[in-house]
């Protein structure tokens, strides 16, 4: 049975692969991100204003293939947390 799930998650390019992962700033705000993919290089992909790591969903699964990617919920967006306001 795992075997047909995981050939499932293949055949569908479903990203089975997907790791959502907290990083954790200097100042001690954790941020929210997922990992995907896996290659030799690195992609860091960040959202618009107001918006989220999973804006980057469709994209990211179709160069997982060929990238490690990290989408990162930014200060106080999606699950990212927000420990004081921030000024310009």
């Known amino acids: ?11 569908l390019s479903l990203p089975c692969w997907a790791k959502d992962i907290t990083i954790t700033a200097k100042d ?14 690195g992609v860091v992909l960040l959202h618009d204003d107001g918006r989220s790591a999973a804006d980057w ?25 927000l420990d004081h306001d921030l000024t310009d």
């Not at 049975?1 to 998650?9: E, G, L, N, P, S």
């Open 1 to 11: 049975m795992r075997f047909v799930v995981a050939a499932a998650c293949l055949l």
């Open 28 to 41: 001690g705000v954790k941020l929210h991100a997922i990992h995907k993919g896996s290659g030799a290089k």
């Open 57 to 81: 969903n469709f994209f990211a699964d179709k160069i997982a293939s060929h990238f490690n990617l990290i989408q990162l919920d930014l200060r106080g967006h999606g699950t990212s947390t």
